[in-house]
């Protein structure tokens, strides 16, 4: 069954989808597909940092667009009450007023200093532009070479601190090589997993030699025990 989601861009819609996204990293599945394209292109901006797991999912998405793409086909989902932000809507925000920009005009000769666009900044213009150009992208036919893998990081004990454990996985930074959302899930006897997911340029980057030669080795190795790949597709 479709998840649904309600004015997304309301704090009561936006809290639902932050309690939804607690224990997942994605709208459906075990990557990004066409299901979180559609509740990105929802919201109108991203989310607060109070909304933590909301925030993280969407800079996930966001990254994605930008880099490789969404192609996993989704299990379906509804929004209501909001608008999708389209290409045109996301690169051009709404005129003003007609009536209010004509007699705007009325009132001063200089035209440079009618601004049909209301407080838009430079920045805000930037932001837009680079949405809708990920918008965009994201219908068009994505680039090969490029893979999203989901890794189970396993820990030695339940005294093992799960958010240094984290921090030395993502200390390793390589070409190619870029980090999404985590999360940690209950293995037993008080022990837990980290959960992350993974983009990976293929040419650049073998899963096998980053679990082999970073992750499991030291400094890294005093937290990690082992690491498995739950999942690896193709994008």
Same mark, same amino acid.
């Given at each position: 069954m479709a998840v649904a989601f309600h004015n997304l861009n309301s704090d009561s819609g936006l809290k639902k989808l932050d309690e939804y996204l607690l224990t997942r990293s994605y709208i459906s599945g075990y990557q990004a597909s066409k299901d979180d394209i559609t509740v990105y292109s929802y919201l109108a901006k991203a989310p607060s940092a109070e909304y933590v797991n909301a925030s993280r999912w969407y800079k996930h998405i966001d990254a994605l667009l930008r880099i490789s793409g969404v192609s996993g086909e989704g299990a379906g989902v509804t929004v209501e009450g909001s608008a999708p932000i389209t290409e045109e809507a996301v690169a051009t925000p709404p005129a003003a007023d007609t009536k209010a920009s004509a007699a705007e005009e009325e009132d001063d000769d200089d035209d440079d200093d009618v601004d049909l666009f209301g407080e838009e900044t430079e920045e805000e213009k930037k932001a837009a532009e680079e949405r809708a150009a990920a918008v965009k992208a994201s219908g068009k036919k994505k680039e090969s070479g490029k893979s999203s893998v989901l890794l +189970?990081?396993?820990?030695?004990?339940?005294?093992?601190?799960?958010?240094?454990?984290?921090e030395a996985v993502r200390s390793v930074q390589m070409e190619g090589l870029t980090y999404g959302a985590s999360k940690l899930v209950p293995v037993g006897y008080g022990i837990k997993k980290l959960q992350i997911m993974l983009t990976i340029v293929d040419d650049l980057v073998s899963v096998d030699d980053l679990i082999e030669n970073y992750f499991t080795v030291e400094p890294?190795?005093?937290?990690?025990?082992?690491? +498995?790949?739950?999942?690896?597709?193709?994008?």
């Open positions: +189970d990081v396993k820990p030695w004990d339940d005294e093992t601190d799960m958010k240094k454990l984290e890294i190795n005093e937290y990690v025990q082992s690491c +498995d790949i739950v999942a690896f597709n193709k994008i």
